[in-house]
C-alpha cells in the first residue's frame, strides 16, 4: 500500500511539475499574441499578459496586404522543400553505398567524412567558395553548400548496415541490382528512420537564417527569419510599406509581434502531427538492451 500510495504522489508530483513547464513555455506565445492584437493604448498601459481589452489585427491586415511577408513565405518553402529533397537524396545515396560491404573504398571515404566534423574550412573560406560558384544572391546558396550532413550520414549508413544482409543477398541471387536493392528493399524498409531525418532537415531548412545573412544580400529574396530579423532586431517595421510609401503604419510593436507569430505558426501547427519522429529521432541509433 505505500509503494502504491508513493508512486501516485510521484505520478502526481510529475504532472504538476510538466504542467507548470508547459504553461511556462505557452504564456510567452500567447503574450506575443496578445501584443500583436494589442492596441496602442493597451500596449502603453501594459495591464493585460494574455487578454487585451479591444482586440486589433490591423497588423496581420497590412503585413498581408503589402506582399512582402509572403515573398519571405515563398522563399522560406522553395528551400525547405528543394533542400530537404536535395538533403535526404544525397544522404541516402551516399549511405547506402558506404553501408555496401563490397565497396573497396568506403573505410576512406568515412574516415574523410569524419574528418569534415573535427575539421572545417571556416566561414571566409567558404564564402570564398560560395561566391567562387556564382551562387551569391541566390537561393541555392543556402541549399548547395550544407547539402549533406556528416552526422546524418553516419547514422543513416549504420540503419543500412543493420538490415537483414540474408534479405538482400537473395536478391542478389534473384539478379535484382544494386539500384534495384536501393530501390526495392532498402528504402521501402527504412521508411520510419528516413521520415524522421527528413523532419530534421525540413526544420533545419526552415530555420536558415546565418547563410541567409551572410549569401543574400537582396531583400526580395530574404527568407522568414531574415525578415523576422529585420523587423524584430533592427526595428525596420516600415520595411513591409517598400510598395506604398504614404500608407499609415501600424504601432511598430504590433508589426514586431504579429511577424513572430506568422513565423512561428507553421512549425507550431505541424508539430503536434510530427512529434512521434521527433521522439524517433532521439533513439534512433541508440544502444537498446
Known amino acids: 500500500m505505500t509503494e502504491k500510495w508513493s508512486s501516485r504522489l510521484f505520478d502526481m508530483l510529475n504532472v504538476i511539475l510538466l504542467s507548470i513547464f508547459a504553461l511556462l513555455c505557452i504564456i510567452p506565445f500567447f503574450h506575443v499574441f496578445a501584443m500583436s492584437t494589442a492596441t496602442v493604448k493597451d500596449q502603453m498601459s501594459g495591464n493585460f499578459i494574455l487578454w487585451p481589452k479591444t482586440w486589433d489585427f490591423t497588423s496581420y491586415i497590412y503585413i498581408f496586404d503589402t506582399g512582402v511577408f509572403f515573398q519571405s513565405f515563398r522563399n522560406s518553402v522553395f528551400i525547405t522543400v528543394t533542400g530537404t529533397a536535395v538533403n535526404m537524396i544525397l544522404t541516402t545515396f551516399l ?57 546524418n550520414v553516419i547514422i543513416i549508413r549504420e540503419f543500412f548496415e543493420g538490415i537483414d544482409e540474408g534479405i538482400i543477398e537473395s536478391a542478389v541471387i534473384d539478379g535484382c541490382s544494386d539500384w534495384g536493392i536501393f530501390w526495392r528493399i532498402v528504402l521501402p524498409l527504412s521508411t520510419a528512420s528516413l521520415a524522421t531525418f527528413t523532419l530534421f532537415y525540413a526544420v533545419g531548412n526552415w530555420n536558415q537564417y546565418f547563410s541567409a545573412v551572410i549569401y543574400i544580400n537582396k531583400p526580395t529574396l530574404w527568407p522568414l527569419q531574415v525578415l523576422l530579423r529585420q523587423v524584430v532586431s533592427v526595428g525596420q517595421s516600415d520595411m513591409f510599406n517598400l510598395n506604398d510609401s504614404d500608407r499609415p503604419l501600424p504601432p511598430a510593436v504590433s508589426i514586431q509581434m504579429a511577424t513572430v507569430i506568422l513565423t512561428a505558426l507553421p512549425i507550431v501547427i505541424l508539430y503536434p502531427f510530427l512529434q512521434k519522429y521527433f521522439v524517433k529521432g532521439v533513439t534512433l541509433g541508440a544502444v537498446k538492451g
Open 95 to 151: 549511405a547506402f553505398a558506404l553501408s555496401r560491404r563490397k565497396f573497396s573504398g568506403r573505410r576512406w571515404i568515412m574516415l574523410m567524412i569524419i574528418f569534415t566534423m573535427m575539421f572545417g574550412g571556416g566561414l571566409i573560406p567558404t564564402y570564398l567558395v560560395v561566391k567562387a560558384t556564382g551562387l551569391i544572391n541566390s537561393l541555392w546558396a543556402m541549399i548547395i553548400p550544407g547539402a549533406v550532413s556528416a552526422f
